[in-house]
């Protein structure tokens, strides 16, 4: 099974995406409920990736590696967009967002709260987000 994928920088792309992640963590034995998570966790750093890093550009790529060690799946999720600066992130305050209705900007927070682990890293003009998950 090949674990590896590259797409170009358009939303379209993202159904490729979780079809990918989906195909893969099928072979595992997950919930439908942790299979779930995961591709959602999985499709908002890539979403983010190709509408926020990279503006969309079809002349742009993204790529998603999967591996798994010791009972631990690995996502590595790698462009070469505008470089994510985690340092100035702030966590959303999920409870103000619900109550004014706002839309948006929630994704990290999720993912954060999916995964076991998050990084970002860059290197020269490279991006690299690894996300990990316990399995079993």
């Keep these: ?37 995961i591709v959602l966790a999985v499709d908002e750093i890539c979403a983010n990736l190709i509408i926020h890093a990279n503006s969309e550009d079809p002349s742009k790529f993204i790529s998603l590696a999967i591996s798994e060690q ?13 470089a994510f600066k985690r340092a ?28 076991d682990k998050v990084e970002f890293k860059t290197i020269g003009d490279q991006n690299t987000c690894l996300l990990y998950k316990k399995i079993k």
Excluded: W
């Design 70 to 82: 010791r009972n631990v799946v690995r996502f590595e999720i790698t462009d070469r967009g505008l």
């Design 1 to 37: 099974m090949n674990n590896s994928i590259r797409v170009n920088c358009t939303k379209k792309n993202l159904k490729l995406i979780r079809d990918f992640v989906m195909e893969h963590l099928l072979t595992l034995q997950l919930t439908d409920i942790q299979m779930n998570q």
């Design 88 to 115: 100035e992130y702030k966590e959303p305050d999920l409870q103000e967002h619900v109550r004014v209705g706002k839309k948006g900007g929630v994704g990290l927070a999720l993912v954060n709260r999916i995964m």
